[in-house]
């Protein structure tokens, strides 16, 4: 399965299967993405699909240099699970 990352409308996105699709929305500010919505279809919960949406969207931050602000409960949870990730947060 591929992150796809659409700048354009500040999004990542995943469709492992046709019509079941997970994303992670985010806003970007002064050098600062706020990942503010992470949603995935009931058919997809699960099987991690959240998690790799959020792991791209950090990816993503730290090869931009970016810092993070997260606004949305399951990134703020990743967060506290992956300490690696500390050091993107504003």
């Known amino acids: 399965m591929t992150v796809q990352h659409n700048a354009e409308r500040q999004q ?22 706020n990942f503010h919505h992470t949603g995935v279809h009931p058919g997809l919960r699960g099987q991690g699909i959240a998690a790799l949406l959020v792991e791209a969207g950090l ?30 947060q504003a």
């Open 59 to 88: 990816t993503w931050a730290q090869t931009q240099g970016l810092k993070v602000q997260a606004g949305c409960s399951y990134v703020v949870a990743h967060l506290q699970r992956h300490p690696e990730w500390a050091h993107l």
């Open 12 to 33: 990542f996105w995943i469709e492992p299967q046709p019509g079941l699709r997970g994303e992670l929305d985010y806003t970007l500010t002064s050098g600062v993405v």
